[in-house]
């Protein structure tokens, strides 16, 4: 295994007052908090980057707007092409479009997508969207070694189901979990950092953003 890191970013705050489960649903852009969020991010990443005197590799996010608006500063503060790669992006949901999806479970004809929470019924498998994480991610890492050398990095803006289920995963820990506790907020950093020697990689997890995150709305799954 090639020494080299792997950062997950999740993105800003997006632009919904109406609290639609939007999944991937075209046309949902960010706040102006999430664009100060993204512009912050991408600061906190030039930051990281003069402090280590190594500049990451490689960028990329998957091809939904939110996605795209969180990368274009940190492309613009770490001077990188921003490429677009959809192993990335979030997971269907049998709720998508919906709004206080809570309220929903009672209607008999979501019942058939409730039947396996584990799996789960009512979208793409956890399963499923570890392994498209995976190849992606071991993909950019060897990308990354190829370009930077040895402790090469890059830098992925996703979405939180798909970082989530990806770190617990990487941690050895079961894929089910409660939408309530996932600790993925927006624009945090999960690291992936893959050490020679070792068959995982290592888990890091910050939130640069803290401060913001007071004054964000976010919605569970979303």
């Not at 800003?12 to 993204?38: C, F, K, Q, T």
């Not at 190594?54 to 996605?67: C, G, I, K, N």
């Not at 070694?145 to 079961?174: D, F, K, M, Y």
Request: charged letters at 25%; glycine letters at 8%; proline letters at 7%.
């Amino acid at each position: 295994m090639p020494s080299a890191t792997v950062h997950l970013v999740r993105h800003g705050e997006v632009h919904n007052p109406d609290r639609v489960l939007y999944g991937r649903i075209p046309g949902y852009h960010l706040s102006e908090l999430g664009h100060r969020m993204a512009a912050d991010i991408g600061d906190w990443f030039a930051g990281e980057a003069r402090a280590s005197g190594r500049t990451p590799a490689l960028l990329v996010s998957s091809s939904l707007q939110r996605a795209r608006e969180t990368a274009a500063p940190i492309a613009q503060a770490l001077s990188l092409e921003s490429g677009i790669d959809d192993r990335f992006i979030e997971a269907t949901n049998h709720f998508e479009g919906g709004s206080r999806v809570a309220r929903q479970l009672w209607k008999p004809r979501h019942w058939p997508f409730l039947l396996n929470p584990l799996r789960p019924s009512w979208g793409e498998p956890y399963r499923s969207q570890v392994s498209r994480m995976s190849e992606g991610i071991l993909e950019l890492r060897d990308r990354a070694v190829e370009l930077g050398g040895e402790g090469a990095e890059a830098i992925v803006v996703s979405h939180q189901l798909p970082i989530w289920v990806t770190r617990l995963s990487a941690e050895g820990r079961p894929l089910w979990h409660d939408p309530r506790q996932r600790e993925c907020t927006l624009t945090s950093v999960t690291s992936l950092h893959f050490e020679r020697g070792q068959s995982a990689p290592r888990v890091e997890y910050r939130e640069p953003n803290a401060a913001l995150l007071a004054q964000a709305s976010s919605l569970p799954g979303a």
